[in-house]
Structure formats: structure tokens, C-alpha cells
């Protein structure tokens, strides 16, 4: 079993590198499937192993992948088929985006159906209702969800019931091949959205309106493999930025586009951290005393639910009491057990916890419960005192590439080990883990 260990009390200083964002590769790397023509060459693509998965997703519906020097290539240009099995949908839940490319280009798509998760249930019902609008039918049983279209999709006009990321990028898929113009109502704004929509554009697509609530987007007869550079991952750097702020250190976190980052700005800098816009990233200084704050998750260009347990490290080292409001999921609190551990003082009440700050965090052996929970467990290492232990590193592995040897280049005292299984139930959990 590996392990992260992290030795709290250190300043953070330095700079640190931002990757291509796992958000927008993923969308990215699904749409590659709608070019029937020529190679799609995506570079600035993260070594995770969410994008290893999303490869296999592709391969096994026929395309050609390559992954090298953080550029896959991609060849889809034959005949694909159209079933993604549940052992890679189990793995990676994002595999459900393929649908929408498959069934605009095959006119059938069967997937297998994604299950509950550590943050909730995470239906697609909305990706399934634009589908429909467009012409398809739905089929659900034996585990898998089956979508089929005589003939070409329509395009239709689909208001969204929540702005789903998911389903606005799986419907942008289906419509780019569909027949007519699709107008895309009460959508998700993320800039991976934006990312996804200027990708689908260069291939030949028309779609416009990314990035605000409605997108219009005008079906093409096909599309054409082109190049693509990802943009940074705002995530990975939102999580940099707070692992300066919460050791009081000062760091510039290199690729940050403040544009990206304006909610958690705000509240870093209501909590009394410094950040400076520089040429090549956002340069953040922690304070002597970080000020408490409430704060609510909520879709772009609102805080972002994948900053909230990151936050909530930073929020029990603040001074006084603040509370967070977590909107976008009904469950993703589960980290809060694993920082109690770490003499945490939160008290859950319904979709709000509330965090008495500031406490003198201590090291304990907790588990990642997701990949944001893994990686706020490790910040609030970095300033706790004694040894961190965080184990369930394969959540983290899904959306931060060599995290402890980038926190250890910027001054971390953070290592990474492998422990001998001893027990019968360790054998057990090592082999029954995805
Ligand atoms: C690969 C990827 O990009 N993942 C991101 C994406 O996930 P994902 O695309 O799955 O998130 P959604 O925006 O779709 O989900 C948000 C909420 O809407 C609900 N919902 C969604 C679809 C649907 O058909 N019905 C429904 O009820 C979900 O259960 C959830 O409560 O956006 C989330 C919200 O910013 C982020 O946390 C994830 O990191
Ligand atoms: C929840 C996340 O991702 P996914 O939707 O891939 O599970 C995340 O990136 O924090």
C-alpha cells in the first residue's frame, strides 16, 4: 500500500508549475471521437491516470491512442464501435462522456451505467434528456444505458434543469454532428466548457455561446482531427495556492489564469492572503493570521465545490468561525471525519459544516475519501504538527501529477512509500480497490 507522509511546519517557497487541466483533457480527448478525418494531436495533456483511462475508453472503441511527451494522439478515423463496459465507467465516471460523440457519428451508443460515488449519486438525467430532445431513444437495464437514433440526431432546444458541466459537454458533442441547430439553455460556464467549444470549433464545429448560460450550436456533416493545447488546470492551481497560504509561505503558482480562479481570489484575499497577478502566474503570500470567511459552492463562475475541502483545510487554521455550504453535491463532506482526526473541530449541520478555527492541527493516519479530499489532507499536513499519513493515494493519482514531489520542490518535507501489506485485510482491500 502506498502512502504520503508529510512533516508539518515548513514555509512554502518557491515556484510551482500548473498541468493541463483534467477537466477540460477528458471532454477533449471524448470529442476526439467525432473526427472522422484526419488526426486530433492534443498536447499539454497531465499524466494522470484519468486521461490513461479515457485512452483505454477510446481504444477500446476502435480508435488509434497514443500518449507520449504529454501529447496523445488520436486516430479515430475507422469504424468505431459503440459500448463502454462498466470496468472503465467504474474507474472513471467521466467515461460517460464518449455518449454524445458515438451516437453523432454511429447513431447508437451503449454505456455502461456509472453508479453512486464518494460525492454523491451523480445521475445523468440531464445528459440523457438532451439526447432525447434530439431525436434519440433511451433504453436503460442490465446495468448499462443504451441510446439510439435512426438516422442522423435533430437538432432541438434543451433547457437544463441544474448547469450540469457533464451534461453541456456531452449535449455540445451530440449536437456538433446533428442535423439543424441545437440551442442549449441554463448551461454550465466553466472554462473547460470554453476549452471544449473552441477544440470542437477548429475541428470544423459551430458553436458559439460558451461560456455564458445559453450555447447555440449548428450541426456539421463531420469534423476534422486538428491540434489542441489544454488549457492549465485551475484546480491544481487553486490547491498550490492554498498549500502556500495555509504554511504562511510564498509561492507563485506558474499558468494560473486569474480569470479562472476570480471566486477563490476573493476569498483568499477576504481571509487576508496576498496575491499578485505576475506575468507568468498568480504569486501568493500567506498571511501571519488567516481571518475566517463563509463560503458556498456553486456552479462557475461560482466557488467551485473542487476547491471546498481544500478551503476547508485552510478554513481550520483561520481565526474565529466560518462556514461552508456545499451545494453542488449532497454528499461530499466525507473528508470531514478524516480532519476530526487531525483534531478538526467541524460540526456538520444538513449541506453546511461549520469549522471553529483556528486549532493547532495534529498528524494522524487519515484516508483520501476523493481526489480533492486526498489532496486537502495533505495541505493541512503540511502545517500540522507531527507525521501526516494519507493512504488511498489512487483518488489522488486521478487529478494531481507527482503532487508530494512538486509541494517537496517548493520546500515541503513530504515523501511517498510503499509499505509492505502485513495484514489479511489489507490483502484484502489492496485486491477488492479500482
Ligand atoms: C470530469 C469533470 O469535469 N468533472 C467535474 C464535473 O463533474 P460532472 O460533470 O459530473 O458534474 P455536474 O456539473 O454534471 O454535476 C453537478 C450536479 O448536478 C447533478 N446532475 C448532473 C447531471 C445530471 O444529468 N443530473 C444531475 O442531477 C449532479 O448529481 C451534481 O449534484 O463538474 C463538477 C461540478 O463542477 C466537478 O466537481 C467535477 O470535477
Ligand atoms: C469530482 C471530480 O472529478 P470527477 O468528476 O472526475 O469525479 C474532481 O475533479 O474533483
Known amino acids: 500500500m502506498e502512502k504520503i507522509i508529510v512533516r508539518g511546519g515548513r514555509r512554502l517557497n518557491g515556484t510551482v508549475q500548473v498541468e493541463g487541466a483534467k477537466n477540460a ?62 470496468e472503465y465507467v467504474r474507474k472513471m465516471r467521466a467515461s460517460v462522456l464518449v455518449m454524445g460523440a458515438l451516437l453523432a457519428r454511429n447513431g447508437h451508443a451503449r454505456v455502461a451505467l456509472p453508479g453512486g460515488c464518494a460525492i454523491g449519486s451523480r445521475p445523468i438525467d440531464q445528459h440523457l434528456k438532451g439526447f432525447e430532445a434530439m431525436g434519440a431513444s433511451i433504453k436503460v437495464g442490465n446495468g ?22 457533464g451534461a453541456t459537454e456531452n449535449i455540445i458533442m451530440a449536437a456538433a454532428l446533428a442535423e439543424g441547430t441545437t440551442v442549449l439553455e441554463n448551461v454550465a460556464k466553466e472554462p ?57 509561505g510564498d509561492v507563485l503558482v506558474k499558468g494560473a489564469i486569474p480569470e479562472h480562479l476570480t471566486s477563490l481570489v476573493a476569498k483568499m484575499e477576504e481571509m487576508g492572503v496576498k496575491i499578485v497577478e505576475e ?23 461560482g466557488f467551485p465545490t473542487d476547491m471546498q475541502s481544500q478551503m476547508m483545510a485552510l478554513l481550520l487554521c483561520a481565526n474565529g468561525t466560518s462556514m461552508i455550504t456545499e451545494t453542488v453535491f449532497e454528499n461530499r463532506f466525507m473528508h470531514v471525519e478524516e480532519f476530526r482526526r487531525m483534531n478538526g473541530d467541524i ?18 493516519e487519515v484516508a483520501a475519501t476523493d481526489l480533492r479530499a486526498g489532496a486537502a489532507l495533505i495541505l493541512a499536513g503540511l502545517c500540522a504538527e507531527g507525521h501526516t499519513r494519507v493512504t488511498e493515494l489512487k483518488h489522488l493519482d486521478r487529478g494531481y501529477v507527482n503532487f508530494h514531489e512538486k509541494l517537496a520542490s517548493i520546500g515541503a518535507d513530504i515523501e511517498r512509500v510503499k509499505e509492505e501489506i502485513t495484514t489479511k485485510s489489507d490483502q484484502q482491500a489492496a485486491v477488492s480497490s479500482d
Do not use: C, W
Open 25 to 86: 483533457v477528458l471532454p477533449v480527448i471524448a470529442a476526439s471521437l467525432l473526427a472522422s478525418e484526419d488526426k486530433s494531436i492534443i498536447s499539454n495533456v497531465p499524466t494522470l491516470s484519468d486521461v490513461y483511462t479515457i485512452n483505454e475508453v477510446l481504444r477500446h472503441l476502435g480508435a488509434d491512442v497514443h500518449f507520449e511527451n504529454n501529447q496523445v494522439i488520436v486516430d479515430a478515423s475507422k469504424e468505431l464501435s459503440t459500448e463502454a463496459p462498466f
Open 279 to 301: 506575468q507568468e502566474g498568480l504569486r501568493v503570500i500567506g498571511p501571519e493570521k488567516l481571518k475566517s470567511v463563509d463560503l458556498k459552492t456553486m456552479p462557475h463562475p
Open 192 to 248: 473547460e466548457i470554453v476549452d471544449l467549444a473552441n477544440y470542437i470549433n477548429a475541428m470544423g464545429g459551430k458553436i458559439r455561446g460558451a461560456g455564458t448560460g445559453t450555447i447555440r450550436i449548428e450541426g456539421v456533416e463531420t469534423l476534422k482531427g486538428i491540434n489542441h493545447s489544454i488549457i492549465p488546470d485551475r484546480i491544481e492551481a487553486g490547491t498550490f495556492m492554498v498549500a502556500a497560504a495555509i504554511t504562511g
Open 347 to 364: 460540526k456538520i449541520e444538513g449541506r453546511s459544516v461549520i469549522i471553529n478555527g483556528p486549532v493547532k492541527l495534529q498528524g494522524a
Open 144 to 165: 448499462f444505458i443504451e441510446a439510439e437514433v435512426n438516422g442522423r440526431l435533430k437538432g432541438a432546444k434543451v433547457y437544463l434543469d441544474f448547469p450540469s458541466v
